[in-house]
């Protein structure tokens, strides 16, 4: 059953006085099934960011839809947009975006304050949640006082405390080292076995081979498409990065 549905996407953007005119996305259709983990890669300016912002409801398209659960994000009202992410969709960025004046669990459940959620049962929702990311030990610590991979867990609890539809993760392991990008990795991949979709827009290879699918976008338009199939993590990283050279190069998939 798809959950997101994506038809003809454009985004054009124009200088304050109409003077030029930049084409971010063309033409980019896709689904994504409920529970799928997609990763979306493509090279700096190629549109992915602008294609998680378009499917966060951050921003309108010029032209084609955005469908979650066959809503069409375009006419939602301005003013039920905030409540309508809060309820749907969980972020989870690069710089954590973590409050330094707020303790870890007050980070945590903000998106529930914001809810007008009761403090018992932001507290229920809290406590399994903190166990399985291995955070139930820093929560009463301010972020300044973590490390950036507690940082990241601390984050991607915020994003999960809502119960999404669909958890959005921007370059999720940009900041992190190598030993913090296993373990945020890890974590994706248990909250995907258990049901949760993913979509993640990444630069690094090893974060994609992550993923049961990963997207890649040129020049504002898919390019290509891997599915994992039966393929271990190894073997999703080099055909990952095979395409990749593709798309460096500027050659079709079919000069491959």
């Not at 007008?116 to 399985?132: D, N, T, Y």
Request: no cysteine; proline share 2%.
């Amino acid at each position: 059953m798809s959950i997101l549905e994506v038809r003809g996407l454009r985004k054009v953007y124009a200088s304050r006085f109409g003077g030029s005119r930049v084409e971010a996305l063309r033409s980019v259709s896709f689904t994504v099934e409920e529970g799928e983990y997609v990763a979306v890669m493509g090279e700096s300016g190629s549109g992915k960011t602008t294609l998680l912002n378009l499917l966060a409801a951050l921003d309108k398209p010029t032209g084609g839809t955005v469908l979650l659960d066959g809503r069409d994000l375009s006419k939602i009202k301005d003013s039920a947009l905030a409540a309508f992410r809060r309820e749907n969709l969980g972020f989870v960025f690069q710089d954590f975006n973590l409050l330094d004046t707020f303790t870890v669990e007050d980070n945590i459940y903000l998106p529930l304050v914001l809810a007008g959620k009761s403090h018992k049962e932001m507290a229920s929702r809290l406590a399994p949640l903190a166990q399985r990311l291995g955070i139930d030990g820093i929560l009463t610590k301010y972020p300044y006082e973590i490390s950036g991979g507690q940082k990241q867990r601390a984050a991607v609890a915020r994003a999960m405390i809502t119960n999404p539809r669909l958890l959005l993760a921007d370059e999720p392991t940009g900041a992190l080292d190598s030993r913090s990008t296993d373990e945020l990795l890890r974590i994706f991949a248990k909250l995907n076995s258990q049901g949760q979709t993913v979509i993640m827009v990444t630069h690094s290879v090893k974060a994609a081979s992550s993923a049961g699918r990963v997207l890649f976008i040129r020049d504002g338009e898919v390019f290509h498409q891997i599915y994992r199939g039966d393929d271990t993590d190894e073997q999703l990283y080099e055909k990952v990065s095979d395409t990749l050279t593709l798309l460096a190069t500027g050659r079709s998939k079919n000069e491959a």
